[in-house]
């Protein structure tokens, strides 16, 4: 006997996989979380309209040399949206460095090596992007991930987006947040 779902604010019933970590209702637009512990903020990148996308996919058929010869030959037969879940973390680097400049010192005919010893600080700010999905990588977005944190900060709040529109599932992640910290310290 299949169990059915329901909204926890209007009953309606909603459809969900096991790697779902919230649902929004399609009829009330309430988020149900079904895992407490990851409960997290969430923020979403705005997609571009659909005419957009699909003007920058010709542009960049067109001027690929490999595609540009048969992009007359290509169709577009649908067009679908992907929820990729990536942890992103802003990260504050403060080191000290010393190292040798070697230079090469000509005067008249001849030359000499100086060595100069140096020592400074280094200090940085990022924000690096880790995919919490172990199969971002086979569907080729790694890419569109690594760009996340190259975009402008226009993220935007779950709760304030209208997520009725989007209709995507939200999968949990495949990786803890842990894991996460680890990668961030690697990178």
């Known amino acids: 006997q299949e169990t059915v779902v329901k909204c926890k604010r209007c009953g309606a019933p909603i459809e969900y996989t096991p790697d779902s970590i919230f649902v929004v209702c ?7 979380w079904f895992v407490d512990e990851s409960k997290v903020q969430i923020f979403v ?3 571009k309209p659909r005419d957009k996308i699909l003007e920058a996919f010709w542009n960049r058929m067109k001027e690929d040399s ?3 010869r048969i992009v007359q030959e290509l ?7 992907v929820y990729v879940p990536t942890f992103l973390s802003k990260v504050e680097v403060f080191s000290t460095w010393s190292g040798v400049e070697v ?3 000509s005067s008249g005919k001849r030359t000499r090596i100086e060595r100069i010893q140096k020592e400074g600080k280094f200090s940085d700010r990022l924000l690096l992007s880790i995919p919490a999905r172990r199969t971002a990588e086979e569907f080729g977005l790694d890419e569109l991930i690594s760009k996340v944190s190259s975009l402008p900060p226009n993220y935007i709040k779950l709760e304030e987006s209208n997520w009725s529109d989007i209709k995507l599932q939200v999968l949990n992640t495949e990786i803890s947040q842990s894991e996460a910290i680890d990668e961030i310290k690697d990178k």
Do not use: F
């Open 45 to 47: 990148v705005p997609s």
């Open 75 to 81: 169709e577009v037969v649908d067009t679908y949206g």
């Open 103 to 105: 230079r090469t010192v």
């Open 26 to 32: 399609s009829y009330c637009g309430y988020t149900n």
């Open 66 to 68: 490999d595609m540009g």
